[in-house]
């Protein structure tokens, strides 16, 4: 079984940046492709950002130059490095590990973009 809980999110303005964290418990972590999605008030959750077992990434047009993500295999961890936020940036974003059969959720985090 996958655990995952988000950390780094917060209170920033906009222009600013942030680091999200997600520590992953549980066997084989390496294999699974993780994503963190968004979920604004309001508005349906969104896929932001996805790496899979090789390091490749995809990124919603939304965010492309702006966020990065990347995994650190050997903490079991996975990162969501966000530049130049915007007011439209502002959500809950989750971890989620692509175990089989229904993947794997975080709590969320809290990201606020605001003047």
């Known amino acids: 079984q996958v655990h995952l809980v988000e950390s780094g999110g917060g209170l920033v303005q906009p222009g600013g940046s942030l680091r999200l964290s997600c520590a992953a418990s549980?066997?084989?972590?390496?294999?699974?492709?993780v994503n963190w999605y968004r979920q604004a008030p309001g508005k349906e959750r969104e896929l932001v950002a996805s790496i899979d077992s090789g390091a490749s990434t995809n990124y919603a047009d939304s965010v492309k130059g702006r966020f990065t993500i990347s995994r650190d295999n050997a903490k079991n961890m996975v990162y969501l490095r966000m530049n130049s936020l915007k007011i439209e940036d502002t959500a809950v974003y989750y971890c989620n590990a692509e175990r089989p059969p229904l993947g794997y959720w975080g709590q969320g985090t809290q990201v606020t973009v605001s003047s």
């Open positions: 549980g066997r084989a972590f390496s294999i699974y492709a």
